[in-house]
């Protein structure tokens, strides 16, 4: 690990690789949305779960069934850098979002 600035070649390319194991795709998420054992847990920001805040998104709004929890609210205000492990789990608990569940973020 560095902090030193990076050097990319020229003409270099980045090919992104997607782990599906990792990943959730929208039919998947209408699937799933329904079954208890799986929380879909909504990161957006507030205006956003509500529809107010629409971002050029043709269907604003909430998910139905899905737990609304803003990822920012496991970001430390100070620091900007993640919340330790154990008020994260506390948080993400207080929500249902448990280890016991599928977790499909949206």
């Known amino acids: 690990m560095t902090s030193a600035p990076t050097q990319v070649p020229p003409g270099a390319k980045f090919t992104p690789r997607i782990n599906p ?10 699937e799933d949305y329904q079954k208890p054992e799986v929380v879909v847990w909504d990161v957006r920001s507030r205006g956003e779960y509500i529809g107010d805040a629409t971002r050029g998104n043709r269907r604003p709004g909430l998910v139905p069934n899905a737990v609304h ?14 919340k ?23």
């Open 84 to 106: 330790p492990p154990s008020e994260i789990r506390r948080i993400l608990e207080s929500h249902g979002i448990t280890a016991d569940k599928r977790i499909e973020a949206h």
């Open 69 to 82: 929890l803003e990822w920012l609210e496991l970001v430390d205000d100070d620091t900007h850098l993640l």
């Open 21 to 30: 194991s990792l990943t959730v795709t929208a039919d998947q998420m209408k």
